[in-house]
Nanobody, 124 residues
Framework: QAQLVESGGGLVQAGGSLSLSCAAS????????MGWFRQAPGKERELVAA????????YYADSVKGRFTISRDNTKNTLYLQLNNLKFDDTAVYYC?????????????????WGQGTQVTVFS
């Protein structure tokens, strides 16, 4: 059964760090680009970072550039997001998703499979 399971969220003080993981099973990871999205209360879901199947191409939203790092380990079927220098506005549910091709995808419509999400809460 295909699954994407996020972990690593939690409560962190502003300026702190978290490491998110997304464990994939089934045909949701191998050969596909992956992405991390987030959705804050009352806001639309937004793409935070994306990575190609090879890991050679990455994308970051301007709001997280220089603070977040996306990576993947294809031998472990796992996607990662390192969150550094967290800000209050980073508070959201973070979702991993797999795209419909091996390429890095920056449009939400390109993502076809989603995890259940993990909550990140930043307090000042």
């Amino acid at each position: 059964q295909a699954q994407l399971v996020e972990s690593g969220g939690g409560l962190v003080q502003a300026g702190g760090s978290l490491s998110l993981s997304c464990a994939a099973s089934g045909s949701t990871f191998s050969g596909y680009g992956m992405g991390w999205f987030r959705q804050a209360p009352g806001k639309e879901r937004e793409l935070v970072a994306a990575i190609s199947w090879s890991g050679g191409n990455t994308y970051y939203a301007d709001s997280v550039k220089g603070r977040f790092t996306i990576s993947r380990d294809n031998t472990k079927n796992t996607l990662y997001l390192q969150l550094n220098n967290l800000k209050f506005d980073d508070t959201a549910v973070y979702y991993c998703a797999s795209a419909s091709s091996p390429h890095m995808a920056t449009m939400g419509s390109r993502y076809t499979f989603w995890g259940q999400g993990t909550q990140v809460t930043v307090f000042s």
